[in-house]
């Protein structure tokens, strides 16, 4: 086995679930979501450095699955899972994959505008706006809050 093949392993086996989930929130599709997450540990795998360790390669996978939305570089079809979807999660989806990745740090993950900046290679300035736009397009406070739920 190579450098850090069992520490992506243990990844996938015990935090596939979540990050299949956390992918799902971000796509809307669940094949997709499983596709991109997939696509994120084998990524992470080639870097020995991110997969030194479980939470250093877990937050590398994650890191993966958000820059690979927000840049766009995700199919494009139909959601075969809309069913599932609450309106605040339909609002989210409906989003711009920047805008979406954005809400999803700073409103699910907590981070600061900052960090996400650091994290996407964006300024803290284009951050705030992403979110400010975000949140005329979701509509409501209380929509936006049900989308930390």
Known sequence: MAYGDETIEAVARERGRALVAYAYLL???????????QHALVRT?????????P?????EVRRTLLVAVAAGRRR?????HAA??????????ALPPAQRVCVVLHD???LPPDRIGGLLDLSTGTVRSHLAD????????AEAAEVRA
């Open 76 to 80: 494009r079809g139909p959601h075969a």
């Open 55 to 59: 939470a250093t390669a877990e937050a």
């Open 134 to 141: 975000a949140r005329l397009r979701m509509g409501s406070p």
């Open 45 to 53: 795998v080639l870097r020995p450095r991110a997969a030194a360790d």
């Open 84 to 93: 599932a979807r609450t309106p605040a999660h339909e609002a989210l989806l």
């Open 108 to 110: 699910l993950d907590g």
């Open 27 to 37: 796509t809307g599709d669940l094949p997709e979501a499983e596709g991109l997450v």
